[in-house]
Nanobody, 115 residues
């Protein structure tokens, strides 16, 4: 069973930066897309960023210009570099990798941005 493990979350002041990383414990065949989602307390999980196996990226409007996604489908790793963090970016962040045989989710990593 492949597992995704996220790291890099923590507490940061508004305006600061964090880098989240996600790695798979095994091989995920033919990854098509790699995503980051987040879920704030009392809210639904929402899309944050995506990178495809061709390198195309897509971002939620709320993070455009501040977050950068990068990944390596061959290594089943995906990172999220977050800059100019805002209090409203506080959430649990989840990585999601979609391959030929299914979609995989990490356990989540907490990001807390203080004012």
């Amino acid at each position: 069973q492949v597992q995704l493990v996220e790291s890099g979350g923590g507490l940061v002041q508004a305006g600061g930066s964090l880098r989240l990383s996600c790695a798979a414990s095994g091989t995920i065949f033919s990854i098509g897309v790699m995503n980051w989602y987040r879920q704030a307390p009392g809210k639904q999980r929402e899309f944050v960023a995506q990178i495809t196996n061709t390198g195309k990226t897509n971002y939620a409007d709320s993070v455009k210009g501040r977050f950068t996604i990068s990944g390596d489908t061959a290594k089943s790793t995906v990172d999220l570099h977050m800059r100019s963090l805002k209090v409203e970016d506080t959430a649990v962040y989840y990585c999601n990798l979609v391959g030929t045989y299914g979609a995989y989710w990490g356990q989540g990593t907490q990001v807390t941005v203080s004012a």
